[in-house]
Protein backbone atom coordinates (compact mmCIF):
# COMPACT_ATOMS: atom_id res chain seq x y z
CA UNK A 1 0.00 0.00 0.00
CA UNK A 2 0.70 3.72 -0.34
CA UNK A 3 0.19 5.45 2.44
CA UNK A 4 0.93 9.59 2.88
CA UNK A 5 1.22 11.15 6.01
CA UNK A 6 0.61 14.45 6.59
CA UNK A 7 1.83 16.83 9.85
CA UNK A 8 2.10 20.22 10.05
CA UNK A 9 3.96 20.26 13.13
CA UNK A 10 6.84 17.22 12.48
CA UNK A 11 7.79 17.17 15.93
CA UNK A 12 7.74 15.23 19.84
CA UNK A 13 5.24 12.23 19.65
CA UNK A 14 3.71 12.77 16.50
CA UNK A 15 7.57 12.04 14.79
CA UNK A 16 7.68 8.59 17.34
CA UNK A 17 4.25 7.97 16.39
CA UNK A 18 4.83 8.39 12.46
CA UNK A 19 8.45 6.37 12.79
CA UNK A 20 6.78 3.61 14.89
CA UNK A 21 3.83 2.88 11.64
CA UNK A 22 6.56 3.44 9.32
CA UNK A 23 9.22 1.17 10.81
CA UNK A 24 6.57 -1.62 11.32
CA UNK A 25 5.05 -1.87 7.97
CA UNK A 26 8.40 -2.01 5.67
CA UNK A 27 6.52 -3.66 2.90
CA UNK A 28 4.14 -0.15 2.51
CA UNK A 29 5.44 2.72 1.34
CA UNK A 30 5.26 6.05 3.08
CA UNK A 31 5.29 9.33 1.98
CA UNK A 32 5.24 12.11 4.93
CA UNK A 33 3.90 15.53 3.87
CA UNK A 34 5.27 17.82 6.84
CA UNK A 35 5.93 21.08 8.43
CA UNK A 36 8.83 21.73 10.42
CA UNK A 37 9.25 23.08 14.33
CA UNK A 38 13.18 24.21 13.87
CA UNK A 39 12.64 25.71 17.27
CA UNK A 40 11.81 22.48 18.75
CA UNK A 41 13.85 19.83 16.40
CA UNK A 42 15.16 20.44 13.22
CA UNK A 43 14.29 18.22 10.45
CA UNK A 44 17.61 17.47 9.31
CA UNK A 45 17.90 16.07 12.84
CA UNK A 46 14.03 14.26 12.41
CA UNK A 47 15.22 12.79 8.81
CA UNK A 48 18.31 10.83 10.37
CA UNK A 49 15.87 8.67 12.31
CA UNK A 50 14.19 7.72 9.30
CA UNK A 51 17.34 6.64 7.51
CA UNK A 52 16.62 3.01 6.74
CA UNK A 53 13.08 3.11 6.45
CA UNK A 54 11.26 3.32 3.64
CA UNK A 55 9.82 6.94 3.66
CA UNK A 56 10.33 9.97 1.50
CA UNK A 57 9.30 13.46 2.41
CA UNK A 58 7.69 15.86 0.57
CA UNK A 59 8.15 19.52 2.42
CA UNK A 60 5.01 21.29 3.26
CA UNK A 61 6.29 24.86 3.64
CA UNK A 62 3.33 26.85 4.29
CA UNK A 63 2.29 24.48 6.99
CA UNK A 64 2.79 26.69 11.04
CA UNK A 65 0.68 25.66 14.22
CA UNK A 66 -0.77 28.64 14.92
CA UNK A 67 -4.26 29.85 13.56
CA UNK A 68 -3.57 32.75 10.86
CA UNK A 69 -5.72 32.79 7.99
CA UNK A 70 -3.37 34.24 5.14
CA UNK A 71 -0.65 31.36 6.34
CA UNK A 72 -3.33 28.80 6.73
CA UNK A 73 -5.30 29.44 2.87
CA UNK A 74 -1.68 29.31 1.60
CA UNK A 75 -1.00 25.83 3.40
CA UNK A 76 -4.50 24.71 2.25
CA UNK A 77 -3.42 25.71 -1.49
CA UNK A 78 0.32 24.13 -1.34
CA UNK A 79 -1.46 20.77 0.30
CA UNK A 80 -4.24 20.49 -2.83
CA UNK A 81 -1.49 20.64 -5.42
CA UNK A 82 0.76 17.82 -3.31
CA UNK A 83 -2.08 15.39 -2.83
CA UNK A 84 -3.23 16.09 -6.36
CA UNK A 85 -0.36 15.51 -7.96
CA UNK A 86 0.46 11.92 -5.75
CA UNK A 87 -3.25 11.09 -6.46
CA UNK A 88 -2.54 11.58 -10.50
CA UNK A 89 0.71 9.87 -9.75
CA UNK A 90 -0.99 6.72 -8.37
CA UNK A 91 0.78 7.12 -5.15
CA UNK A 92 -2.41 7.41 -2.60
CA UNK A 93 -4.19 4.19 -1.48
CA UNK A 94 -4.39 6.14 2.43
CA UNK A 95 -4.46 9.35 4.24
CA UNK A 96 -3.66 9.95 7.47
CA UNK A 97 -3.34 12.97 8.98
CA UNK A 98 -1.44 13.64 12.09
CA UNK A 99 -2.54 16.65 14.88
CA UNK A 100 -5.58 19.12 14.65
CA UNK A 101 -3.98 21.32 11.93
CA UNK A 102 -3.63 19.08 9.61
CA UNK A 103 -6.79 17.00 10.47
CA UNK A 104 -8.73 20.32 9.53
CA UNK A 105 -7.40 21.40 5.96
CA UNK A 106 -6.34 17.62 5.16
CA UNK A 107 -9.99 16.56 5.76
CA UNK A 108 -11.35 19.06 3.63
CA UNK A 109 -8.72 19.11 0.82
CA UNK A 110 -9.58 15.15 0.58
CA UNK A 111 -13.26 16.06 0.43
CA UNK A 112 -12.15 18.19 -2.88
CA UNK A 113 -10.29 15.71 -4.47
CA UNK A 114 -12.35 13.05 -3.63
CA UNK A 115 -9.98 10.40 -1.67
CA UNK A 116 -12.63 9.12 0.46
CA UNK A 117 -9.65 6.77 2.66
CA UNK A 118 -8.64 9.29 5.19
CA UNK A 119 -7.69 8.58 9.08
CA UNK A 120 -7.49 11.77 11.39
CA UNK A 121 -5.27 10.82 14.51
CA UNK A 122 -5.35 14.48 16.64
CA UNK A 123 -2.86 12.78 19.23
CA UNK A 124 -4.26 15.05 22.12
CA UNK A 125 -7.49 16.67 22.08
CA UNK A 126 -7.20 20.42 20.32
CA UNK A 127 -10.63 21.29 22.31
CA UNK A 128 -8.55 20.43 25.85
CA UNK A 129 -5.55 23.20 24.96
CA UNK A 130 -6.82 25.96 25.38
CA UNK A 131 -6.09 28.06 28.68
CA UNK A 132 -9.83 29.78 28.79
CA UNK A 133 -13.64 28.70 27.64
CA UNK A 134 -13.31 30.18 24.72
CA UNK A 135 -10.50 29.23 22.67
CA UNK A 136 -11.53 25.38 23.72
CA UNK A 137 -15.21 26.29 22.12
CA UNK A 138 -13.84 27.30 19.30
CA UNK A 139 -11.28 24.19 18.94
CA UNK A 140 -14.26 22.26 19.79
CA UNK A 141 -16.20 23.75 16.74
CA UNK A 142 -13.82 23.19 14.10
CA UNK A 143 -13.21 19.61 15.23
CA UNK A 144 -17.05 19.22 14.69
CA UNK A 145 -16.90 21.29 11.19
CA UNK A 146 -14.02 19.12 10.03
CA UNK A 147 -15.59 15.56 11.10
CA UNK A 148 -18.14 17.08 8.38
CA UNK A 149 -15.85 16.91 5.64
CA UNK A 150 -15.23 13.08 6.37
CA UNK A 151 -12.12 10.61 7.77
CA UNK A 152 -12.33 8.12 10.57
CA UNK A 153 -11.21 9.84 13.91
CA UNK A 154 -8.52 7.82 15.68
CA UNK A 155 -7.99 8.81 19.06
CA UNK A 156 -4.75 7.08 20.97
CA UNK A 157 -6.30 6.30 23.89
CA UNK A 158 -10.52 5.63 25.51
CA UNK A 159 -10.00 8.82 27.28
CA UNK A 160 -9.27 10.49 24.39
CA UNK A 161 -12.40 9.00 22.19
CA UNK A 162 -14.24 9.76 25.68
CA UNK A 163 -13.92 13.13 25.19
CA UNK A 164 -14.50 13.55 21.05
CA UNK A 165 -17.78 11.40 22.10
CA UNK A 166 -18.60 14.03 24.58
CA UNK A 167 -18.27 17.00 21.88
CA UNK A 168 -20.71 14.66 19.45
CA UNK A 169 -17.51 13.57 17.29
CA UNK A 170 -17.40 10.01 16.55
CA UNK A 171 -14.09 8.25 16.87
CA UNK A 172 -12.80 5.26 17.48
CA UNK A 173 -9.61 4.05 19.29
CA UNK A 174 -5.78 2.56 18.74
CA UNK A 175 -3.52 2.82 21.68
CA UNK A 176 -0.30 4.23 20.84
CA UNK A 177 1.93 1.43 21.27
CA UNK A 178 6.09 0.67 21.52
CA UNK A 179 8.15 -2.41 21.58
CA UNK A 180 8.42 -3.60 24.74
CA UNK A 181 10.21 -6.75 24.62
CA UNK A 182 13.30 -5.11 23.19
CA UNK A 183 13.48 -2.74 26.47
CA UNK A 184 16.12 -2.99 29.19
CA UNK A 185 14.74 -4.38 32.83
CA UNK A 186 15.30 -0.88 34.62
CA UNK A 187 15.60 -1.76 38.15
CA UNK A 188 16.84 0.55 41.28
CA UNK A 189 18.83 0.66 44.32
CA UNK A 190 15.90 0.51 47.11
CA UNK A 191 18.50 2.10 49.96
CA UNK A 192 18.48 5.62 50.23
CA UNK A 193 21.49 5.28 52.30
CA UNK A 194 23.35 5.12 48.50
CA UNK A 195 21.71 7.43 46.28
CA UNK A 196 18.72 9.90 46.55
CA UNK A 197 15.47 9.01 45.88
CA UNK A 198 14.53 10.06 42.02
CA UNK A 199 11.75 11.19 40.74
CA UNK A 200 11.64 11.90 37.18
CA UNK A 201 9.73 13.12 33.89
CA UNK A 202 10.13 14.03 29.96
CA UNK A 203 9.43 16.50 27.64
CA UNK A 204 9.15 19.86 26.76
CA UNK A 205 8.31 22.56 29.51
CA UNK A 206 5.97 23.54 27.98
CA UNK A 207 2.05 25.16 29.93
CA UNK A 208 0.46 21.45 28.62
CA UNK A 209 3.00 19.53 30.74
CA UNK A 210 2.28 21.84 33.55
CA UNK A 211 5.84 22.56 35.10
CA UNK A 212 4.69 25.34 37.90
CA UNK A 213 2.58 21.78 39.28
CA UNK A 214 6.02 20.17 39.15
CA UNK A 215 7.87 22.42 40.50
CA UNK A 216 4.87 23.02 43.36
CA UNK A 217 5.81 19.15 43.86
CA UNK A 218 9.64 19.31 44.20
CA UNK A 219 9.40 22.79 46.35
CA UNK A 220 7.96 20.65 49.27
CA UNK A 221 11.00 18.35 49.53
CA UNK A 222 13.65 21.12 49.32
CA UNK A 223 14.26 20.89 52.94
CA UNK A 224 14.65 16.60 52.50
CA UNK A 225 17.81 15.58 51.55
CA UNK A 226 16.61 12.74 49.83
CA UNK A 227 15.16 13.36 47.14
CA UNK A 228 15.71 14.59 43.76
CA UNK A 229 13.97 15.67 40.81
CA UNK A 230 15.13 15.60 37.02
CA UNK A 231 13.44 17.11 34.33
CA UNK A 232 14.33 15.61 30.74
CA UNK A 233 14.17 18.02 28.63
CA UNK A 234 13.42 21.67 27.93
CA UNK A 235 10.98 24.33 26.71
CA UNK A 236 9.67 28.15 26.75
CA UNK A 237 9.04 27.47 30.44
CA UNK A 238 11.72 25.94 32.25
CA UNK A 239 11.78 29.49 34.47
CA UNK A 240 8.83 28.14 36.02
CA UNK A 241 11.25 25.55 36.98
CA UNK A 242 12.71 27.09 40.41
CA UNK A 243 13.22 24.48 42.98
CA UNK A 244 16.57 23.96 44.21
CA UNK A 245 15.73 20.22 44.01
CA UNK A 246 15.34 20.36 40.32
CA UNK A 247 17.73 19.86 37.64
CA UNK A 248 16.99 19.98 34.05
CA UNK A 249 18.62 18.74 31.29
CA UNK A 250 18.06 19.58 28.39
CA UNK A 251 17.39 17.45 25.57
CA UNK A 252 19.38 13.95 25.43
CA UNK A 253 19.93 11.61 23.37
CA UNK A 254 17.17 8.28 23.43
CA UNK A 255 19.73 5.97 25.21
CA UNK A 256 20.48 8.60 27.96
CA UNK A 257 16.84 9.20 28.43
CA UNK A 258 16.54 5.57 29.13
CA UNK A 259 19.47 5.47 31.92
CA UNK A 260 18.02 8.25 33.65
CA UNK A 261 14.49 6.89 33.68
CA UNK A 262 16.16 3.50 34.30
CA UNK A 263 17.75 4.60 37.45
CA UNK A 264 15.03 6.95 39.08
CA UNK A 265 12.55 5.47 41.69
CA UNK A 266 9.39 7.06 40.03
CA UNK A 267 8.34 8.55 37.06
CA UNK A 268 5.77 11.52 37.40
CA UNK A 269 3.68 13.32 34.87
CA UNK A 270 2.06 16.78 35.55
CA UNK A 271 0.54 17.06 32.43
CA UNK A 272 -2.95 18.44 32.19
CA UNK A 273 -4.10 16.61 29.31
CA UNK A 274 -2.39 13.98 26.94
CA UNK A 275 -3.24 11.96 23.68
CA UNK A 276 -1.19 8.80 25.13
CA UNK A 277 2.05 9.59 26.02
CA UNK A 278 4.89 8.00 24.62
CA UNK A 279 7.30 9.10 27.82
CA UNK A 280 5.09 7.26 29.92
CA UNK A 281 5.00 4.18 28.42
CA UNK A 282 8.77 4.30 28.06
CA UNK A 283 8.33 4.33 31.58
CA UNK A 284 6.03 1.61 31.83
CA UNK A 285 8.93 -0.86 28.92
CA UNK A 286 11.33 0.36 31.59
CA UNK A 287 9.48 -1.32 34.50
CA UNK A 288 8.91 2.21 36.47
CA UNK A 289 5.93 2.90 38.98
CA UNK A 290 4.51 6.03 36.91
CA UNK A 291 2.88 8.68 39.44
CA UNK A 292 -0.01 10.93 37.21
CA UNK A 293 -2.33 13.44 36.86
CA UNK A 294 -5.39 12.38 36.86
CA UNK A 295 -6.17 13.40 33.05
CA UNK A 296 -7.13 12.63 29.55
CA UNK A 297 -3.93 10.15 28.32
CA UNK A 298 -2.87 9.88 31.41
CA UNK A 299 -5.74 7.93 33.05
CA UNK A 300 -5.27 5.38 30.67
CA UNK A 301 -1.82 4.07 31.82
CA UNK A 302 -2.52 3.07 35.56
CA UNK A 303 -3.91 0.02 36.25
CA UNK A 304 -5.77 -0.32 39.01
CA UNK A 305 -3.41 1.41 41.24
CA UNK A 306 -1.49 -1.52 40.39
CA UNK A 307 1.64 0.04 38.60
CA UNK A 308 1.24 3.71 40.18
CA UNK A 309 -1.51 6.14 40.66
CA UNK A 310 -3.10 9.32 39.79
CA UNK A 311 -3.42 12.25 41.37
CA UNK A 312 -5.56 15.85 41.12
CA UNK A 313 -3.48 18.27 43.38
CA UNK A 314 0.15 18.65 44.56
CA UNK A 315 -1.22 17.72 47.74
CA UNK A 316 -2.17 14.34 46.85
CA UNK A 317 0.86 13.78 44.74
CA UNK A 318 3.28 14.84 47.84
CA UNK A 319 1.08 12.24 50.04
CA UNK A 320 1.58 9.41 47.60
CA UNK A 321 5.48 9.93 47.22
CA UNK A 322 6.39 10.22 50.87
CA UNK A 323 4.44 6.41 50.76
CA UNK A 324 6.68 5.09 47.87
CA UNK A 325 9.68 6.45 49.96
CA UNK A 326 8.61 4.70 53.24
CA UNK A 327 7.46 1.66 51.46
CA UNK A 328 10.32 1.69 48.70
CA UNK A 329 10.71 -2.21 48.59
CA UNK A 330 7.33 -2.29 46.61
CA UNK A 331 8.78 -0.36 44.10
CA UNK A 332 10.00 -2.99 41.78
CA UNK A 333 6.82 -5.06 42.13
CA UNK A 334 4.97 -1.93 40.82
CA UNK A 335 7.59 -1.53 37.98
CA UNK A 336 6.99 -5.23 36.90
CA UNK A 337 3.35 -4.66 36.94
CA UNK A 338 3.95 -1.38 34.61
CA UNK A 339 5.87 -3.59 32.06
CA UNK A 340 2.96 -6.00 32.31
CA UNK A 341 0.40 -3.20 31.92
CA UNK A 342 2.09 -1.78 28.82
CA UNK A 343 3.10 -5.23 27.16
CA UNK A 344 -0.61 -6.16 27.33
CA UNK A 345 -1.77 -3.12 26.51
CA UNK A 346 0.20 -0.59 24.25
CA UNK A 347 2.40 -3.27 22.49
CA UNK A 348 3.12 -1.39 19.00
CA UNK A 349 2.37 -4.79 17.05
CA UNK A 350 -1.40 -4.36 18.09
CA UNK A 351 -0.90 -0.83 17.53
CA UNK A 352 0.37 -1.05 13.24
CA UNK A 353 -1.75 -4.15 12.76
CA UNK A 354 -5.21 -2.52 13.52
CA UNK A 355 -3.87 0.78 11.45
CA UNK A 356 -2.98 -1.11 8.68
CA UNK A 357 -6.88 -2.56 8.49
CA UNK A 358 -7.63 1.05 8.53
CA UNK A 359 -5.11 2.13 5.63
CA UNK A 360 -6.50 -1.22 4.05
CA UNK A 361 -10.20 0.08 3.92
CA UNK A 362 -11.54 -1.50 6.55
CA UNK A 363 -13.55 1.07 8.33
CA UNK A 364 -16.26 -0.59 9.72
CA UNK A 365 -14.69 -3.84 11.03
CA UNK A 366 -12.13 -1.64 12.67
CA UNK A 367 -15.39 -0.19 14.14
CA UNK A 368 -17.31 -2.14 15.10
CA UNK A 369 -14.28 -4.03 16.73
CA UNK A 370 -13.03 -1.20 18.77
CA UNK A 371 -15.64 0.33 20.12
CA UNK A 372 -16.75 -1.96 22.91
CA UNK A 373 -13.47 -1.74 24.19
CA UNK A 374 -14.34 2.27 25.56
CA UNK A 375 -17.65 0.09 27.03
CA UNK A 376 -15.37 -1.88 29.30
CA UNK A 377 -12.69 1.12 29.71
CA UNK A 378 -15.89 2.78 31.21
Not at 36 to 57: M, P
Amino acid sequence: MKIVHVAEAFAGGIVMFVKSLVENMPNDEHIIVHGERAHVTRFTDIRKLFARTNARFVRWHSAQRSIKISKDFAAFLQLYRILKRLKKQHQIDAVHLHSSKSGFIGRIVCKLLGINNVIYTPNGAPFLVGTSKVSNYIYRVLERLGSGFGGQVVCCSPSEQAEYEKAGISAITINNGITFDRRSHGSYDASPANKKFCIVTSGRIINQKNPALFNSIARYFEEFQQFEFIWIGDGPERDLLTASNITITGWLPGEEVARLISSANVYVSTANFEGLPYAVLEALALRKPVLLTDSVGNRDLVKSCLNGDLFKNHSEAIVKLLQYFNNSSMLNIMGEFSALHGKESFNVNHTFTKYRHLYAGNHIAMDNYLKPALVNAN
